[in-house]
């Protein structure tokens, strides 16, 4: 079986911009989690998908949004970037127990200038 | 709330030497998983092994087991026979199973494998 696929692996934009970020699950996964990585605040839970839907969202501010596709692909969109938003970005997903592991991709690297 | 708590910033173990990495975790809810996580320079991240808070057996993975000690909240990561390709970040992460895929993380503890 495929892994979880992220694209792009690596990103740059300046701060204003914004920013599409595209994660493909493993097959059969209908839940799909988003992480944010950084030095400082390690590593936070953004939101999760599942089955078109959120299911729990994390503590960030609207300028984080997603959104997950039939076929259980899901985006996630920052506007309006900010420097504080330069982070390794990681989707994860698993499968319909809340108990499933969760099996991350290899992460998209946004750099804000 | 929910908190995952790894006290060793960094460990040195020697080649083919086990090793114990540590957590702690804290939290009210009676149900709930705990999860190892390697990341390796390269960002990904693999898992390595999960425990239930209901089971009764402490879970083993290859070289990997888990010390789960529920009394006192800890859930320690053991590595035994050290291989170089160990060097990386190892993360401790719990999840509420009532509530979704919503994992917590720890600060992670990097461990460097000495040949």
């Known amino acids: 079986k495929a892994g979880v696929t992220q694209t792009p692996r690596y990103l740059i934009k300046t701060r204003g911009q914004q920013v599409t970020l595209s994660c493909s699950p493993i097959s059969g996964h209908r839940s799909v989690s988003w992480y944010q990585q950084t030095p400082g605040q390690g590593l936070q839970f953004l939101f999760e998908y599942f089955s078109e839907t959120q299911r729990n969202k994390g503590n960030f501010p609207g300028r984080f949004s997603g959104r997950q596709f039939s076929n259980s692909r899901s985006e996630m969109n920052v506007s309006t970037l900010e420097l504080g938003d330069s982070a390794l970005y990681l989707c994860a997903s698993s499968g319909d127990r809340n108990t499933d592991t969760q099996y991350f991709g290899p992460g998209t690297r946004l750099t804000v200038l | 709330a929910q908190k995952i708590t790894q006290t060793q910033p960094g460990m040195f173990v020697q080649e083919k030497e086990a090793v114990t990495l540590d957590c702690t975790y804290d939290?009210?809810?009676?149900?709930?998983?705990l999860f190892w996580y390697k990341q390796p320079s390269s960002g990904e991240m693999i898992f390595l092994i999960y425990q239930g808070s209901y089971d009764q057996q402490n879970a083993t993975e290859g070289r990997y087991s888990l010390n789960f000690q529920k009394a006192r909240k800890s859930a320690n990561l053991v590595i035994s026979a050290s291989q170089l390709g160990d060097s990386a970040m190892y993360f401790c992460?719990?999840?509420?199973?009532?509530?979704?895929?919503?994992?917590?993380f720890g600060a992670g503890t990097i461990l460097r494998v000495k040949s």
């Open positions: 992460a719990m999840g509420r199973m009532e509530y979704g895929n919503k994992l917590v």
């Open positions: 939290t009210s809810d009676p149900s709930y998983g």
